[in-house]
């Protein structure tokens, strides 16, 4: 027999304004780390690692077993999320985002001293796939924790707002992930990136790493969870209660299918965009990259706005609204690209990544936390982000070279797939019924 917790009061949810802006910038710099190791990964996926971690030979094949291993560390989050979110609902959201930064930042080092397959054969992809998938479920408990800290301390009238500050982090992450190697592929010829440059982005990971932890280690566990704690009501196994109770079920059912199009909506404009770009379209690496890198930043400046107008307008209608306009978009996105422009291509990123996508990741955090009672809240909105990102996310770019490939380069099937995956979220996201106890 479970139990619901009373809402709080507008007394218990108040804070010291120190300590909350303290958990605001612990969320933020947390998620803007581990989401930087995260899109290090997936852009040296398009640029890097077919080069250097797999056998010479077709391009394609090399950039389908690129894609493949960037998808494994998205089959391992759900696995960090039932772990760390299985922790965080047992003993709290406070040590299991100090425990998931510090192993994605070792990680993401490691990678960066990796000998190439050339020095080590086979050895090269294996461990590259082993320390995708430490990453992986690193940041798979890593998003729900941050959130979470976020949306637990949020005072009344503003969850939106502050749930949509992690959400932050992965725009800033992006843009410093690409943008480093932008700077570094600017700075040095190709063959100076390749043999040696492109590492000095992942080992600065445990220089950002350290001054996250300092950050973390200040933060005092959430209002909410304290209060289950004294009441006695945590759950033994918060898996089991999720898929057990039906309101539960149902909306970690829905809440799988509505988070699609969001996740092909960043893989495809922040990830496959990349190779397609430089590979198809043959445009310049750097600038490609400095396109993704200003993307990246206008999506972390809108994300709070759609955070906003999630408190105004409701967590579905905005995140709805988002998903619509991305499926909108597509087609003209693609055919914009297909000019090879800078300014065409740059202008595009800066709607479809950075307006667009704003819109979708300011209002989804907020909107999934809410769909679960705060005994069961870190395991259900972990397993729905985390989960869905198998398919939604982690499969998108092998999806989409796929079906390039099989239309002979023509990106209109591609298109076809991402709008079925909008109407999806869509529709789901309408029958979505949230539980809000915070």
């Given at each position: 027999?479970?139990?619901?917790p009373?809402?709080?009061?507008?007394?218990?949810?108040t804070?010291?304004?120190?300590?909350?802006?303290?958990?605001?910038?612990?969320?933020?710099?947390g998620?803007?780390i581990?989401?930087?190791?995260f899109?290090?990964?997936?852009t040296?996926?398009?640029?890097?690692?077919?080069?250097?971690?797999?056998?010479?030979?077709?391009?394609?094949?090399?950039?389908?077993?690129?894609?493949?291993?960037?998808?494994?560390?998205?089959?391992?989050?759900?696995?960090?999320?039932l772990i760390f979110?299985?922790?965080?609902?047992?003993?709290?959201?406070?040590a299991?985002?100090?425990?998931?930064?510090?192993?994605?930042?070792?990680?993401?080092a490691?990678i960066?001293?990796?000998?190439?397959?050339?020095?080590?054969?086979?050895?090269?992809?294996?461990?590259l796939?082993?320390?995708?998938?430490?990453g992986?479920?690193?940041?798979g408990?890593?998003?729900?924790?941050?959130?979470?800290?976020?949306?637990?301390?949020?005072?009344?009238?503003?969850?939106?707002?502050?749930?949509s500050?992690?959400?932050?982090?992965?725009?800033l992450?992006?843009?410093?992930?690409?943008?480093?190697?932008?700077?570094?592929?600017?700075?040095m010829?190709?063959?100076?990136f390749?043999?040696?440059?492109?590492?000095?982005?992942?080992?600065?990971?445990?220089?950002?790493?350290?001054?996250?932890?300092v950050?973390?280690?200040?933060?005092?566990?959430?209002?909410?969870?304290?209060?289950?704690?004294?009441?006695?009501?945590?759950?033994?196994?918060?898996v089991v209660?999720?898929?057990?109770?039906?309101?539960?079920r149902?909306?970690?059912?829905?809440?799988?299918?509505?988070?699609?199009?969001?996740?092909?909506?960043?893989?495809?404009?922040?990830?496959?965009?990349?190779?397609?770009?430089?590979?198809?379209?043959?445009?310049p690496?750097?600038e490609?990259?400095?396109?993704?890198t200003?993307g990246?930043?206008?999506?972390?400046?809108?994300?709070?706005?759609?955070g906003?107008?999630?408190?105004?307008?409701?967590?579905r209608?905005?995140?709805?609204?988002g998903c619509?306009?991305?499926?909108?978009?597509?087609?003209?996105?693609?055919?914009?690209?297909?000019?090879?422009?800078?300014?065409?291509?740059?202008a595009?990123?800066?709607v479809?990544?950075?307006?667009?996508?704003?819109?979708?990741?300011g209002?989804e955090?907020?909107?999934?936390?809410?769909?679960?009672?705060t005994?069961t809240?870190?395991?259900?909105?972990?397993?729905?982000?985390?989960?869905?990102?198998?398919?939604?996310?982690?499969?998108?770019?092998?999806?989409?070279?796929?079906?390039?490939?099989?239309?002979?380069g023509?990106p209109?099937?591609?298109?076809?797939?991402?709008?079925?995956?909008a109407?999806i979220s869509?529709?789901?996201?309408v029958?979505?019924r949230?539980?809000?106890?915070?």
């Amino acid at each position: 027999m479970t139990t619901t917790p009373a809402t709080r009061t507008d007394e218990e949810r108040t804070e010291p304004p120190a300590r909350a802006r303290t958990v605001l910038i612990a969320s933020l710099i947390g998620t803007t780390i581990e989401w930087y190791d995260f899109f290090l990964f997936s852009t040296a996926a398009s640029l890097v690692f077919p080069k250097l971690f797999f056998p010479a030979g077709d391009e394609t094949v090399g950039t389908l077993l690129s894609f493949a291993t960037f998808a494994i560390g998205f089959v391992a989050r759900p696995i960090g999320g039932l772990i760390f979110g299985h922790l965080g609902d047992r003993l709290g959201r406070r040590a299991t985002l100090v425990a998931t930064m510090a192993i994605a930042g070792v990680a993401t080092a490691l990678i960066g001293v990796l000998p190439s397959y050339a020095a080590i054969g086979l050895w090269a992809p294996l461990l590259l796939v082993a320390l995708r998938v430490l990453g992986g479920i690193a940041l798979g408990g890593e998003w729900g924790g941050a959130v979470l800290m976020a949306v637990e301390y949020a005072p009344p009238g503003r969850r939106g707002l502050w749930g949509s500050s992690p959400q932050i982090g992965l725009g800033l992450g992006l843009a410093l992930g690409t943008g480093a190697f932008a700077l570094l592929g600017a700075a040095m010829d190709n063959q100076d990136f390749l043999a040696w440059g492109w590492r000095i982005a992942f080992l600065v990971s445990i220089v950002l790493v350290a001054i996250g932890l300092v950050v973390r280690l200040r933060v005092f566990e959430t209002p909410a969870f304290r209060r289950i704690q004294g009441g006695a009501e945590i759950s033994r196994v918060p898996v089991v209660d999720v898929v057990r109770e039906p309101a539960s079920r149902r909306n970690l059912l829905l809440g799988l299918l509505a988070r699609w199009g969001e996740g092909a909506a960043f893989n495809t404009w922040g990830v496959f965009v990349l190779t397609y770009a430089v590979t198809t379209v043959k445009m310049p690496k750097v600038e490609v990259l400095i396109a993704v890198t200003v993307g990246g930043l206008v999506s972390a400046a809108v994300v709070p706005i759609a955070g906003r107008l999630a408190d105004r307008f409701g967590r579905r209608a905005v995140f709805a609204t988002g998903c619509a306009v991305f499926g909108l978009a597509v087609y003209p996105a693609f055919a914009g690209l297909g000019t090879g422009s800078f300014a065409v291509v740059l202008a595009l990123l800066v709607v479809t990544l950075g307006l667009v996508y704003g819109i979708q990741s300011g209002s989804e955090s907020t909107l999934f936390a809410e769909l679960f009672p705060t005994r069961t809240r870190y395991t259900g909105m972990s397993l729905v982000f985390q989960g869905s990102g198998i398919y939604a996310s982690g499969l998108t770019p092998l999806i989409l070279t796929s079906l390039l490939a099989v239309a002979g380069g023509s990106p209109w099937l591609a298109c076809a797939f991402l709008v079925l995956t909008a109407v999806i979220s869509i529709v789901s996201t309408v029958f979505l019924r949230p539980v809000v106890d915070l």
